[in-house]
């Protein structure tokens, strides 16, 4: 058994890697959720806003993420239009305005179908340039965008009338994969004018860390990954409830805004398991050792 | 010449920028700089297109190992490029039906689209997922409790993957969340190892960082170093 276990095939790893997420998943398995501080004051953030509030949304990230950010952009979005408050969506990844359609579609056609494009929520598509884009819309943002994503003359657009830069902006809601994102929202902008330029956001686990020492001051919060999504959507969730009517005829909350809360968990199998593969990896280590300095 | 115009360009675009940060009258220096640098950026997709090109396409020529797989790069690059650029068969927009590229041309009613929604989509998703397997992997073979380091990095690892779950709070649910020892719940002990340690960690690790930056911006704005230029000094 030993043997078997100290020359394991990574293979046996790999199904059960697969049975771990793929079983939850199956069964829609979920467990009870409960925000953390830092849910809350991006919650709070957004949610203290008056009606009608200009919110600047970058969605910087692309479909490989897509699993661990598109629940958090959605329910970002569906709040946003809760609050009816005025969304500008950017994107500083090629494929950022596939994000924004994903966004647009899923919450704002089917579910707001009194939002009118131009007037309640804007798409101003991607540019290139990566920080440089983030340096020239806080200062001039019809410099750089001088049409929306389809093409249409910026000035035309009723909603752009009184925005000039993003510091016309009430907040930006940053939800970012990696370069550029969070943090050099947090450099370009949120920095480089303190108290004008207010900051929220969403990251993958991985860019997480590098984003707490930002946090509270140039910074007011961040989701985290799957797990600060699922916070998050509770939270949407428990203040703007959404039913629908489910297969059996019963009222439940409409499954598009509760993604990450079923998605923690496929998350909590594979943590168990990534547990239980180190501790068993060291115990081989271990009983290893220990017969090595027997011999 | 060759060399001089570039370490001109890099020069004087760093040094305005530096200027355009401290002192107010000069902003609209850096806001045009930034602004030509974001036209250049956009120039970079064509450079970096036409890279792609060549080397890929020397690849094949010299039959080199692998070269099958720089064929598919070819054909899935020539074969994106041409359904974006020509917005091939894209539906025209309902005010203007007469005019075939008017049309919204990520709808998956598009080649472009359809090859975004069910080609690009699912390969990108797909490379990233795979991660999770090899890190499931790597931590049976390379995780071990070797010193004092290691055992303290297992142990956080430990807290935070448990932290980060349901788990976490069921195996602590015993612990009054308002008592004296309530930061010994995992989500708590979660909550203070990434405000604490991991805070004051990355702030350490960040000013470290920025000031290599600062040096080595400093170098290559005087013309000290000039690795960019592709120089072996």
Known sequence: MFEFFKTLDRRWIFLLMLLSVAVPILLQTTFPEKASAMAQAVFDEIDKLPEGSKILLPFDFDPASEGELGPMATAFTYHCAMKKHKMYFMALWPVGPQMIDEAINKVIRPDFPELRYGVDYVNLGFKPGNEGVIRVVVTDLKELYTTDDAGTNINNIPMMQGVDSVRDCDLVINVSAGYPGNKEWVQYASTAYPGEIILVGGCTGVQAPQMYPYIPNQMKGILGAIKGAAEYEKLVMDHYPRHITNAEGDQALDPKYTEALRRMGPQLIAHLLMIVLIIGGNIIFFVERHRGMQA | ?233
């Not at chain 2, 995780?143 to 004092?148: D, E, G, L, V």
């Not at chain 2, 448990?162 to 788990?167: D, E, H, I, Q």
């Open chain 2, 1 to 233: 010449m060759k060399r001089t115009i570039p370490l001109l360009i890099t020069a004087l675009g760093g040094i305005v920028l530096i200027i355009a940060s401290f002192i107010p009258f000069t902003l609209d220096w850096g806001e045009k700089a930034s602004i030509w640098f974001d036209i250049l950026a956009g120039v970079a997709f064509i450079l970096g297109g036409g890279n792609l090109l060549k080397v890929h396409l020397r690849k094949v020529s010299d039959k080199q190992a692998g070269f099958g797989y720089s064929i598919v790069t070819l054909v899935a690059f020539i074969v994106m490029l041409y359904v974006g650029l020509v917005k091939w068969d894209v539906p025209p927009m309902e005010a203007h039906p007469n005019s075939s590229w008017s049309g919204e041309y990520r709808s998956v009613d598009s080649p472009f689209g359809w090859l975004y929604e069910y080609a690009f989509k699912p390969l990108t998703a797909t490379m990233f997922a795979l991660l999770a397997f090899y890190v499931a992997s790597a931590a049976f073979r390379a995780f071990r409790a070797k010193n004092i380091e290691a055992i303290l990095l297992l142990g956080t690892a430990f807290i935070i993957l448990l932290g980060r779950t349901f788990a976490g709070v069921w195996m602590t649910d015993w612990i009054d969340p308002d008592g004296p020892i309530s930061g010994l719940r995992i989500e708590n002990m979660t909550v203070t190892i990434m405000s604490v340690f991991n805070t004051a960690g990355m702030r350490a690790i960040m000013i470290g960082i920025a000031l290599g930056i600062v040096s080595t911006s400093l170098k290559v704005i005087l013309g000290v170093d000039r690795s960019y230029l592709g120089s072996k000094e």
